[in-house]
C-alpha cells in the first residue's frame, strides 16, 4: 500500500485533503496528515477509512524521520523554516517532495543530492505560485509555437472576496495567512517594463496602484509583486519589453494599506512593549495619514480603539495581524474569490495581437474557499500524477514543462479550474 505523507493541515490543505482522501479511498493509498494541532488534523480528515492523523513536533528529527522514512511521496505545506527540515529530510532519505512554496537559495543547495538520488522535487505548486507558472507557460508556447514573438507579458493574481460577500470598507476578508497579508510588498518590487527596469521601494508600493477591468468583476487594482524579474529567464521570455507580475486588490484596498504602511504599523523588526497600550495610542503614528477617504476603513479596523492591544504583541506586525484576524475574518457561509488574469502583447510578422486569459473560482464558504481549492488541488492532482507513474521527472522543478502542466491543467478544468481567453 502507497503512503502519502502530508505536513500542515491549515487553512490550504482543506480541499487537497479531501481530494487525496478520494483518491486514496479509489487506489487503496494510505494518507497520514500531520499537523501540530492533532484536533485540527483530525477535523480535515472525518471518517476517512484510508487516513490518519497525528501530531508530532515537526522539529524533532526522530519523529519527523521516522515517518519520511515510511512514505512513497511527501507533501510539505509547512512554513518556509520548517519546510526545509522536510526537504532536507527527503534527499537524503530518497523520498519525492512537493510543496507550494518558492524555491529558495536553501532548497537549492539540496538540488545535487535530489539529482544524484533521481528524486523529484517538485516546488511553486500552488496558486500563485503554480496555477500561474502553468497556465502561463501553456500560452507561451502556443504563441511562440505559432510563430509569435511575446513584447509584453503582465499575470495578475488576488485572493478577493466574493462581490456577495463583500460588505466591509476594506472589501476584503483573510482567507490565507494573515501574516502573509500584514507583510506583503516589505521588500519592495522589481519588475520590467517597456525596457526599463522599475524598483519601487515599499513605501510606494501602494501609491497610486494601477487599475484593470476584469469581465463579469468590474474594477480591480494591482501592486506589482517583490521580483519579477527572476522570472524573466524561466519564462524565456527575455525578448519581451514589459514583464510584470502582480497581486490583485479591489481599488479601495490600496488607499487604506498605504496609510499603514506610511504609518510603519506592519514593522515584524522593532519590539514594542504592550502594556496597557490602547489601540489608539499604539497606531497614532497614523494620524497624519488619515483621509477622507480611508478614515472609515481605519476606524473599522479598530486602529482608534480605547481598548488595549494584545499583551502578547510582540511587533506593531503583531497587534496588526490580531486586527486583520478579528475584523476581517471570513463569516462561516462567505464566499472568497481567486482572480487571476494574463495579458499578452505579441507579434507574428507585421501582425500585432493582444490576449487576455482569466480564471475567476470562488469559494463554498469560509472552509472550502477558492484559495483552499486553488493551491491544494494542484498538489494533489501532481502527487496522483507522480505515484501512477505519470509524470517521470527528476531533478528540482517548478510547473513550466509540458509533462507537469498539460495533464494538471486537464484536471483542473475538471474541477471547474478553467480560464476563458479572449485574443484581439
Request: hydrophobic content about 40%; some cysteine; glycine content about 6%.
Amino acid at each position: 500500500m502507497k503512503k502519502v505523507l502530508l505536513f500542515g493541515a491549515g487553512k490550504s490543505a482543506t480541499c487537497l485533503i479531501g481530494y487525496l482522501i478520494n483518491e486514496s479511498d479509489q487506489n487503496n493509498w494510505e494518507l497520514l496528515v500531520v499537523d501540530g494541532n492533532l484536533d485540527l488534523a483530525k477535523s480535515k480528515i472525518g471518517n476517512a477509512s484510508h487516513a490518519t492523523a497525528i501530531s508530532i513536533n515537526v522539529e524533532k528529527d526522530s519523529e519527523r524521520k521516522k515517518l519520511i522514512l515510511q512514505a512513497d511521496i511527501v507533501i510539505s505545506l509547512l512554513p518556509p523554516s520548517l519546510h526545509f527540515l522536510v526537504a532536507q529530510d527527503c534527499a537524503e532519505m530518497k523520498k519525492n517532495l512537493l510543496t507550494a512554496s518558492y524555491v529558495d537559495d536553501k532548497i537549492k543547495t539540496l538540488e545535487p543530492l535530489i539529482k544524484e538520488n533521481g528524486l523529484l522535487f517538485l516546488c511553486e505548486m500552488g496558486l500563485d505560485p503554480g496555477i500561474d507558472h502553468m497556465s502561463a507557460m501553456e500560452l507561451i508556447h502556443r504563441i511562440k509555437n505559432n510563430g509569435g514573438n511575446i513584447t509584453s507579458f503582465k499575470s495578475h493574481t488576488g485572493g478577493l472576496v466574493a462581490p456577495e460577500s463583500d460588505n466591509n470598507p476594506w472589501h476584503y476578508k483573510i482567507s490565507w495567512n494573515p501574516r502573509n497579508v500584514v507583510l506583503a510588498g516589505a521588500a519592495g518590487a522589481v519588475y520590467k517594463d517597456d525596457n526599463n527596469i522599475i524598483t519601487k521601494k515599499y513605501e510606494s508600493l501602494f501609491d497610486d496602484c494601477e487599475k484593470i477591468n476584469v469581465k463579469d468583476i468590474g474594477n480591480l487594482s494591482y501592486y506589482p509583486n517583490r521580483d519579477s524579474l527572476s522570472y524573466i529567464s524561466v519564462y524565456d521570455l527575455s525578448s519581451a519589453n514589459t514583464f510584470l507580475r502582480t497581486t490583485l486588490r479591489y481599488p479601495s484596498f490600496c488607499e487604506g494599506w498605504k496609510a499603514i504602511v506610511y504609518a510603519g504599523l506592519t514593522n515584524d523588526k522593532d519590539r514594542i512593549d504592550a502594556k496597557n497600550i490602547s489601540f489608539k495610542k499604539w497606531s497614532a503614528a497614523i494620524e497624519p495619514f488619515v483621509t477622507q477617504e480611508n478614515k472609515e476603513q481605519l476606524q473599522f479596523l479598530g486602529l482608534f480603539a480605547d481598548s488595549v492591544i494584545p499583551a502578547s504583541s510582540k511587533t506593531s506586525a503583531d497587534v496588526l495581524q490580531y486586527l486583520l484576524e478579528t475584523k476581517l475574518a471570513m463569516s462561516p457561509n462567505d464566499k472568497d474569490m481567486i482572480v487571476m488574469l494574463h495579458e499578452f502583447e505579441y507579434e507574428i510578422g507585421q501582425n500585432k495581437h493582444s490576449l487576455r486569459s482569466c480564471l475567476i473560482v470562488k469559494g463554498e464558504n469560509n472552509t472550502r474557499t477558492a484559495m483552499a481549492k486553488t493551491v491544494g488541488l494542484p498538489i494533489g492532482i501532481a502527487a496522483k500524477l507522480i505515484l501512477l507513474g505519470k509524470i517521470k521527472l527528476t531533478g528540482l522543478h517548478i510547473p513550466i514543462l509540458p509533462e507537469i502542466y498539460e495533464p494538471v491543467l486537464h484536471e483542473l478544468k475538471a474541477n471547474q479550474i478553467e480560464f476563458e481567453e479572449e485574443l484581439n
